[in-house]
């Protein structure tokens, strides 16, 4: 699938089929990825992780202006993650189960950049309330 992003400054329009994003990938399987939810998990994994036929239902990290991520963005991720944390055990006290653990996951996982179809993005933008890449 090819989409024509409108250049709004006036240039030409680009021609874009893939969105650059990082997925984490399980270190020890192979083909693995951590799924965004307990809801899109593959239960054939023991750990729920999906495969890249279903990627649209990975943990995604995208940038709002579509560049390419980087160890920034996994740092900036991690950061918001240690955040709710934080506040999960101020309002639960130290028993708090606390599930959005970045710095936990990236034990297990590591991330990847991969060009995401942009069909599977606007797939994973339904479910994640972001704004789709324009198909025209």
């Given at each position: 699938?090819?989409?024509?992003?409108?250049?709004i400054f006036?240039?030409?329009?680009?021609?874009?089929?893939?969105?650059?994003?990082?997925?984490?990938?399980?270190?020890?399987?192979?083909?693995?990825?951590?799924?965004?939810?307990?809801?899109?998990?593959?239960?054939?994994?023991?750990?729920?992780?999906?495969?890249?036929?279903?990627?649209?239902?990975?943990?995604?990290?995208?940038?709002?202006?579509?560049?390419?991520?980087?160890?920034?963005?996994?740092?900036?991720?991690?950061?918001?993650?240690?955040?709710?944390?934080?506040?999960?055990?101020?309002?639960?006290?130290?028993?708090?189960?606390?599930?959005?653990?970045?710095?936990?996951?990236?034990?297990?996982?590591e991330p990847?950049?991969?060009?995401?179809?942009?069909?599977?993005?606007?797939?994973?933008?339904?479910?994640?309330?972001?704004?789709?890449?324009?198909?025209?």
């Open positions: 699938m090819q989409v024509f992003q409108q250049n006036g240039g030409e329009d680009e021609i874009i089929s893939t969105v650059p994003v990082i997925v984490l990938k399980h270190k020890e399987k192979e083909g693995r990825y951590l799924a965004a939810d307990i809801e899109v998990a593959d239960f054939s994994d023991p750990d729920g992780d999906i495969t890249m036929d279903d990627i649209q239902d990975a943990f995604i990290i995208v940038r709002n202006d579509h560049q390419k991520p980087g160890p920034e963005d996994v740092e900036e991720v991690r950061l918001l993650s240690e955040a709710h944390k934080r506040g999960m055990i101020e309002k639960y006290g130290d028993k708090a189960v606390v599930s959005y653990d970045v710095t936990e996951w990236l034990k297990t996982y990847v950049n991969i060009d995401m179809p942009v069909d599977k993005f606007n797939l994973a933008c339904e479910v994640n309330g972001w704004e789709p890449v324009k198909t025209y």
